[in-house]
C-alpha cells in the first residue's frame, strides 16, 4: 500500500483490504459472466504466470480459462512512478489489438507518477495508438486493431 507520499502512506496502513476486495468484487459482478476474472497477487507474480490456458479461480467468479490476450486492462496498483512503470510494462504487451488500456488516476492529488507513465507510454507507442482522452482522472488508451 506504499504509494511514495508520507500523508497518503501514514493514512492508508490501516485500510481494510478485504472490505477494498469486496467492493472490486461488487463492482464487476454485473460484468462477469464466465468473462473475467483476477489473480490476487503481486503484479510480477501474476504476469509471470499469466499465458494462454491459464485458469483463475475465484468463489466471486468461479473459473476463468484466460485466452492469454486482455481486451481491457485496468492499471491501477501502485502509483509511485517506478511501480507504474513496471506495471505497465509487464501488462501492455498482453493487451489484444483494439483493446484498451485504463490509467488510473491520470490527474492524481498525490503525484504525476501515472501520468508520467502514460504519456511516456503513448509517446513511445504512437504508432499503436488509435485514440487517447481523459474521462475523469483516468486516461483511456486504445490500441490500433492491427499494427506494423
Not at 20 to 46: Q, T
Not at 65 to 81: F, S
Not at 89 to 113: K, M, Q, R, S
Amino acid at each position: 500500500m506504499i504509494q511514495g507520499d508520507a500523508l497518503l502512506d501514514s493514512t492508508s496502513v490501516n485500510l481494510d483490504t478485504e472490505e477494498a476486495l469486496r467492493m472490486f468484487e461488487i463492482n464487476l459482478a454485473p460484468l462477469a459472466d464466465g468473462r473475467l476474472n483476477y489473480l490476487r497477487l503481486k503484479s510480477e507474480a501474476a504476469a509471470a504466470m499469466y499465458r494462454p490456458g491459464l485458469t483463475a479461480k475465484t468463489t466471486s467468479f468461479g473459473a476463468t480459462e484466460y485466452a492469454g490476450h486482455i481486451a481491457v486492462l485496468h492499471i491501477d496498483g501502485n502509483h509511485a512512478e517506478d511501480e507504474a512503470a513496471k506495471d505497465c510494462a509487464l501488462w501492455t504487451p498482453h493487451v489484444a489489438p483494439g483493446g484498451w488500456i485504463i490509467f488510473d488516476d491520470y490527474e492524481w492529488a498525490f503525484g504525476d507518477g501515472p501520468r508520467h507513465v502514460a504519456d511516456d507510454f503513448c509517446e513511445s507507442n504512437a504508432d499503436r495508438v488509435a485514440a487517447a482522452f481523459q474521462a475523469g482522472p483516468a486516461l483511456f488508451v486504445q490500441l490500433k486493431r492491427c499494427h506494423a
